[in-house]
């Protein structure tokens, strides 16, 4: 399998209203928590808000490196989506659909890697419960 590594705890970046007008809490409530994940899924514009001015590649490479990351998944809305890890990314661009409402559609993806990593036995549940209870 290309995630060697258990996923203990899968951390998803949701851009919320309430945080944009205080990006130091935003910040922070980011930073409190990718150290409890072993894999993160955010989206350009999380990643565009969070990069301190370093180049997308650079940023992730240091999160992975920094916090033990298994893989960072980086989706990129009608651009599809790259997989971060220590030794390689790859990419893959979306499906062409036509768009009704964008609205859950990161929470749809963020499903459908929960189950690939279910089916792959790279999820385990107890685990997750664990650090559910020690962070929550």
């Given at each position: 399998?290309?995630?060697?590594?258990?996923?203990?705890?899968y951390?998803?970046?949701?851009?919320?209203?309430?945080?944009?007008?205080?990006?130091?809490?935003?910040?922070?409530?980011?930073?409190?928590?990718?150290?409890?994940?072993?894999?993160?899924?955010?989206?350009?514009?999380?990643?565009?808000?969070?990069?301190?001015?370093?180049?997308?590649?650079?940023?992730?490479?240091?999160?992975?490196?920094?916090?033990?990351?298994?893989?960072?998944?980086?989706?990129?809305?009608?651009?599809?989506?790259?997989?971060?890890?220590?030794?390689?990314?790859?990419?893959?661009?979306?499906?062409?659909?036509?768009?009704?409402?964008?609205?859950?559609?990161?929470?749809?993806?963020?499903?459908?890697?929960?189950?690939?990593?279910?089916?792959?036995?790279?999820?385990?549940?107890?685990?997750?419960?664990?650090?559910?209870?020690?962070i929550?």
């Amino acid at each position: 399998s290309s995630l060697d590594s258990l996923i203990q705890l899968y951390f998803l970046i949701k851009y919320k209203k309430k945080h944009k007008d205080s990006k130091k809490k935003f910040i922070d409530i980011f930073n409190t928590y990718k150290k409890y994940a072993s894999l993160i899924k955010l989206s350009n514009e999380d990643l565009a808000y969070l990069k301190k001015n370093k180049s997308v590649k650079n940023t992730i490479s240091y999160w992975i490196s920094k916090y033990n990351l298994s893989a960072v998944i980086l989706t990129k809305g009608k651009n599809g989506a790259t997989v971060y890890t220590k030794r390689f990314s790859v990419s893959k661009n979306s499906i062409k659909v036509k768009v009704k409402d964008t609205v859950g559609a990161g929470d749809v993806f963020s499903a459908g890697i929960i189950r690939y990593l279910e089916k792959k036995n790279l999820l385990d549940v107890k685990k997750i419960k664990n650090h559910q209870r020690t962070i929550g």
